[in-house]
């Protein structure tokens, strides 16, 4: 009330209801209007900020590639051929993003836990593979989106490296720790 009344006054003019003791209902009824003015204004503006929120999270569930990324810290496990870290779980269902076509692990358990290890160093997340240098160094660039092992310990059983042979497809062990 008191700002209505310095506003009345800075402009010259006298407040018409200065005399009044009580509030104003007329200046009541006008702040009204103008609060209720921002407060529409500002739900407007966030109704927009959460429209474009929402139409970038729907962008990213089309997308199937984010669902390499592990869905847990607990049983995370790293692919052996291409170092894909997700949880044994996802292996199970989705299999290998990057290897299916030649390690069928989805639905198998057991193929599941012959290729791919619990025990992996480093954790790089890649969002542009085919831009980054890190990918390029660890020979992922062409893998998909998703969370990958710096280096993963342990090797393919026998058999399955000489089907991968078989298939034409050059398996490097990921494993670089230091063996004495």
Known sequence: MKRYQQQHT????????STHTNTCGACIQ???TKSNSRISSALQL???EIHEVDSW????????KMDVVPTGMRGLRA???????KTADQFEVDGCDNCAEFLQMKNNRDMVFDCT?????????????EDSWVAKW??????VKGCYAVSVTGELPKGMKQELKSRGVIYKSRDTSVKS
């Open 30 to 32: 006008d702040l009204c």
């Open 138 to 143: 660890q020979r992922v660039n062409r893998c």
């Open 46 to 48: 966030q109704d927009r």
């Open 117 to 129: 290890s619990p025990t992996f160093d480093g954790l790089i997340s890649l969002m542009s593979p």
């Open 10 to 17: 800075q402009t010259g003019i006298p407040h018409p209801h």
């Open 57 to 64: 999270t729907n962008g990213l569930q089309n997308s199937n």
């Open 79 to 85: 692919c052996l051929v291409c170092s894909l870290i």
